[in-house]
Every structure is written in C-alpha cells, then in structure tokens.
C-alpha cells in the first residue's frame, strides 16, 4: 500500500494551445478551466493541498495558482515544446515524491469523486501505474479491415465482448520510471492497470465547438447527474 503523503497530484498546463489560443485562461462559465481544475483538488478532502503542484511555464498561469493554496512546479522551455520524453514533458518528475497522480485540466466534469476513488484505488493497489479508460461494448476493426472484437453472429452489442478506450482524464505512476522515460509502463497488463471512469465526466475540450458545447454541459452538469 502507497502513502499519499508520497504522491504528488500534478495539474500541467500551459498556454499555446494550436486549435483553442489559450484555452486555460479563456473565460469558461464564470471562470475558466485551469482554476476548475485547481478547485476541485483543492475541494477533496483525501487531497492534502501539500500535495497539489501546478506545472507552469507561462506567466499568466503562474499568476492565478498563485491564488490558490497549492504549490507551482516552473517548467522549463523545453517542456513546452513538441518533446515526446517523458522525462522531458513532465519534468516535474523531480519533485521529492515516490509517486504522482495527474489530471487532465480539460475535463471540466470530471468530479471530485471520481478523482478521489481513482487516488484510493491507485494508493491501495500492489502495481506501479494506474490509467482511467471507458468500458465499451462495440465493434472495432482495425486498418486492415479485420474485426478486432469477435462477431457473436449479431449486431447486438450486448452480445459483445467489453473492450478498454482510454479516457485521457487520470493517470498514476511512478516518479522514477518517467525518469527513466518511462510514462505508464509498457501497456502489458497491469502496466498499467486499468480504471474504468464514467464517459459522460469525461468530455474533452480540444476543439471550439467541444469549449462551447463543453460550457453548456458544465453549466448543466447537475441535471445531467
């Protein structure tokens, strides 16, 4: 079992987004996404605010965590930029702590609750890495056109073996593996494990339409419940 007090909660964000120009700071139902993001960590009770770093490069965002009681981890140039290492993207692997939880900050319905269950699992788990997805029932092929799930001589998706999509909303490690360039694991099983998270908490901002419709649901989210 994992400590809490080892893991660092980890919101990354930055400003040069290419499809949506500062979405993070772009007003977004009377407030914006980075400090949703900071609020909801910060309104855990499991979380202690010790615990929560923003990593930052741009000044604007430095400015509103200020704000907040939590802590600012300064990215360096290089991990804003197009790097695929790890250990160079969340270079905040050199923070002082065994393991770390990171949250997408585009996901404005991601609930507290659903981060706490996903931190209770991760810290009472025995593997080293832990990564939400979506339980589905559907058809896949692949891009040769071969089917992927087995056709149970139906269309009837009940019928359907239940495969994993990743969320893109939670994910858990280890300090030492991103180090070692090493994000998740190397995707056998169990590295990493797998947590199913609810779809509709899961609603991704990336697009203008997804930051419009986004607001809308937000705004709506309690009689979406």
Known sequence: MKKISDVAFIIQARLDSKRIPEKMIRPFADSNLFEIAIQKLVD???????????ALYDAELQAIAENYPINIFLREEES???????????SWHKLPYKHFVSINSCLPLLSVDTIDSFTNYFIRSRHKSLFAVHDTKNFYWDSEGEMITPYPGTMNTNLVDTTYSAAHALYAGNMDDIANDIYLGDFSPNYPELFIVEEQETF????????????????????LI
């Open 80 to 90: 804003v930029s197009e790097s695929q290492r790890p250990s160079i993207v969340s």
């Open 204 to 223: 991704d901002i990336d697009f203008e339409w997804q930051f419009k419709m986004g607001e809308v649901l937000y705004e709506n989210r309690k009689r």
């Open 44 to 54: 855990s009770e499991l979380i202690p605010n010790s615990n929560i770093f923003t």
